[in-house]
């Protein structure tokens, strides 16, 4: 099946620092890519959906000076968390979708863990 | 807007019980389901899926029927293993398959030997 990578999986970093992380599809072109956040037992919530080549859209209540987002290809989407503050601290996952190879079907990175001190 | 109910957890059973975790949704048109499952310190995985009514979805002894009349898609293993213990997601897509899915809250599972 597809394969999506995300990198880190875990950081640890001190406030006011940026921290990036990358979501990568290995063997297909992601058309869509999402960005999710997850706190301690409680479900998925949609931060932003990122499609290539165009700015991203944010939910409400998402910040998106705070959380930069860039789909500058097919394969690779990046969220930046800028000046980066304790309550940032969260389980971020991306996802990425194509259209054109099987619709509705988000395939999920491992997610990536981060901590501010 | 679309929306996800699925039962509260921790549900916690002993090795080969028989295990339903209970999934509604409210849509309007014709959603696509799914149950994802999220292990420890992991990611989300597609566990099964179906995209009409009367699908029935299945992967590793998991199953799931869509069912429009109920607005349901329970899903249901007849014998867990503690391998089985994780998080897990009803989850629904709309036609169009563009938009983002809506999650569930998840419900966890145990299983204990």
């Known amino acids: 099946g597809a394969v999506v990578s995300q990198h880190p999986s875990w950081v640890i970093c001190k406030s006011g620092t940026s921290v990036k992380i990358e979501c990568r599809s290995l063997d297909f072109q992601a058309t869509t890519m999402f960005w999710y956040r997850q706190f301690p037992k409680q479900s998925l919530m949609l931060m932003a959906t990122?499609?290539?080549?165009?700015?991203?859209?944010?939910e409400q209540g998402v910040e998106k000076d705070k959380f930069l987002i860039n789909h500058a290809s097919l394969t690779l989407s990046t969220l930046t968390v800028t000046s980066a503050h304790p309550e940032d601290s969260s389980f971020y996952i991306c996802s990425a979708l194509n259209l054109a190879v099987a619709k509705n079907i988000q395939y999920f990175g491992a997610g990536t863990r981060l901590s501010v001190l | 807007g679309n929306s996800v109910t699925q039962m509260e957890g921790p549900v916690t059973l002993s090795e080969e019980a028989f295990l339903t975790i209970n999934c509604t949704y409210t849509?309007?048109?014709?959603?696509?389901l799914f149950w994802y499952v999220q292990y420890p310190g992991e990611g989300l995985q597609l566990l099964l899926k179906?995209?009409?009514?009367?699908d029935k979805g299945s992967n590793k002894g998991f199953e799931a029927t869509y069912r429009k009349e109920t607005t349901s898609f329970h899903l249901e293993k007849g014998s867990v293993q503690v391998s089985d213990s994780a998080v897990y997601f009803c989850a629904l897509g709309d036609y169009s398959g563009n938009t983002p899915l809506v999650f569930g809250k998840g419900t966890r599972l145990s299983v204990i030997a």
């Open positions: 179906a995209t009409k009514a009367d």
């Open positions: 990122s499609n290539e080549g165009s700015k991203a859209t944010y």
């Open positions: 849509a309007t048109g014709y959603p696509s």
